[in-house]
């Protein structure tokens, strides 16, 4: 396969999951790197991997599990970043919302950082990004019935976590 021909193929596949995988790349690194870092290095990757795709279908999917095995690399590269750091959440600012609920925003991807990796996960996969329960359940390699109870679990989490915020206004 000539590398224009692949690249055309990948770019077809990814110009109409772009807003889609940006919006769950947002979500999933909020306070904790540029989001655009992670979509141009799950975007390489990608790339070099892209004669291993098995369905044009599943390219987001393919690209999100790709992002995730990143951020989870990353993690355990730098283990600077913790939860429980809350004064580094504090201080990161995202300029891209410019809209009323910027606070909301920040307390809602603040409080989505403090739930476990597979909450998260499903959580901005099915609310962010899209994905349904059985797309959900392939990319994280896990039942349908796992991410339902992930999901509601998350929820709950979440629910709990922006009441106490609340507390504070």
Partial sequence: MKSSSK???????YEPNHDRFERFCRARVYGRMEYGDLMNESLLIAFEKFHT????????????GISIRVLSNDNRKSKEFTTSNQESLNHFVDHSQETDTDADIHFLYLNIGLLSEDQKNCILMFEIAGFNIKENAVIQNTTESNVKQRLKRGRQKLSELMNFESSFK
């Fill in 7 to 13: 690249q055309n193929d990948f770019l077809k596949l």
């Fill in 53 to 64: 795709l098995k369905s044009e279908k599943s390219f987001l999917s393919f690209l999100i």
